[in-house]
């Protein structure tokens, strides 16, 4: 079965301080994988995208990395502020239509000052 | 402004009644979907459009009708058959549906609750 699993469920950390959030997968045939960013009563928004051969790839204070072999994706969020306070999504796409897309339930993280 | 925009963003339903949301991108995007996210829940596709006049079932249809008329436009219909209905609703569209490799681009969504 298709599934995309994150952890922790939720983070509460101090503003400066950095995180890393996990994505483990199971999808099958892969294709990519994005981390989201949603905002309390928005829409997400795309912060990365990782092809099978990419083993890391940065957007800012954001770095993402891909373990293939593992099936396993991190998010580093480096020097946190206090707007990085949201639901981060891991989404794993399989080489097929648009109903593989497998959305994680997504990690919720408290920045506090 | 380009983008994508969804209305109502509150939206309050008496039990047995149909509602529609609203779908509306400027993309010039060929696909468009619909998801239904729940506390603690990823999002779950309802309804996706890869071209005008198409659509499909997702993985959870049942209570929920679609149309494309418009290339620009993909509304929803919950009607009162959805059991729970009570949800946060968001539309996305990308460049097109056959590669999974393209970015969807997220409305702000709409909060469905039924009285």
């Known amino acids: 079965k298709n599934q995309v699993e994150q952890s922790p469920q939720s983070l509460i950390i101090l503003e400066g301080k950095n995180c890393t959030l996990q994505?483990?997968?199971?999808?099958?045939?892969?294709?990519?994988l994005r981390w989201y960013k949603q905002d309390t009563g928005r829409g997400p928004v795309s912060l990365t995208i990782?092809?099978?051969?990419?083993n890391t790839k940065s957007n800012g204070r954001y770095t993402a990395t891909l373990d293939a072999d593992t099936k396993q994706s991190s998010l580093h969020i480096t020097a946190s502020q206090l707007s990085d306070s949201a639901s981060y999504i891991c989404v794993v796409s399989s080489y097929s239509s648009a109903s593989k897309i497998i959305f994680g339930s997504g990690t919720r993280l408290s920045i506090r000052p | 402004d380009g983008g994508i925009t969804q209305s109502p963003k509150y939206l309050f339903r008496k039990e047995g009644q149909n509602v529609t949301l609203s779908c509306e991108q400027n993309l010039n995007h060929d696909a468009m979907y619909w998801y239904r996210q729940d506390p603690g829940q990823g999002l779950r596709l309802i309804y996706y459009s890869q071209i005008v006049n198409d659509f499909q079932k997702g993985d959870i249809a049942e209570g929920y009708s679609v149309s494309r008329e418009k290339k620009e436009s993909f509304p929803l219909t919950v009607t009162s058959a959805q059991k729970n209905p009570t949800a946060f609703y968001l539309c996305a569209s990308s460049m097109s549906g056959g590669l999974s490799y393209n970015e969807q681009f997220f409305g702000p969504g709409t909060r469905l609750t039924v009285l």
């Open positions: 990782m092809t099978f051969s990419e």
């Open positions: 994505c483990n997968y199971t999808v099958s045939p892969f294709s990519n």
